[in-house]
Nanobody, 115 residues
C-alpha cells in the first residue's frame, strides 16, 4: 500500500522553527521527486517546496531563505525545516508524490504560528 505519513506540526510563536517529517512506504522512495504543499483556511493548496531524486530543492517565493527541504533515502523520509515562521505560514502541510503515475497525498499536519 502506497502511503505518506507526516508528523512534526504544532503551535509555534512567530520567529520560531519547526521540522516536518514525511515517511513513505509502498514504493521505491529514491525513484521519485517529493513535495510539500500547504493549505490555509479558505485558500487553495500551495506548493511550498519540491526536491528531486538527486536532492535539488525548489521553493515558493514566500518561503525562500526560510524553509529547507531535504530527503534521506535510507529512511524513506522527506523533511521540511521551517525557520523564521510567520503567521501567514499557518496551514495544514501535506506531503505529496506521484508514484506509479498516480498522485499520493499524506493526511496532513497542522502548523499554527501564533503568539
Amino acid at each position: 500500500q502506497v502511503q505518506l505519513v507526516e508528523s512534526g506540526g504544532g503551535l509555534v510563536q512567530p520567529g520560531g522553527s519547526l521540522r516536518l517529517s514525511c515517511v513513505a512506504s509502498g514504493f521505491t522512495f529514491s525513484w521519485y521527486d517529493m513535495s510539500w504543499y500547504r493549505q490555509a483556511p479558505g485558500k487553495d493548496h500551495e506548493l511550498v517546496a519540491n526536491i528531486t531524486t538527486l536532492g535539488h530543492g525548489d521553493y515558493a517565493d514566500s518561503v525562500k531563505g526560510r524553509f529547507t527541504i531535504s530527503r534521506d533515502n535510507t529512511k524513506n523520509t522527506v523533511y521540511l525545516e521551517m525557520t523564521a515562521l510567520k503567521s501567514e505560514d499557518t496551514a495544514v502541510y501535506y506531503c505529496y508524490t506521484k508514484a506509479f503515475g498516480y498522485p499520493v497525498w499524506g493526511q496532513g499536519t497542522q502548523v499554527t504560528v501564533s503568539s
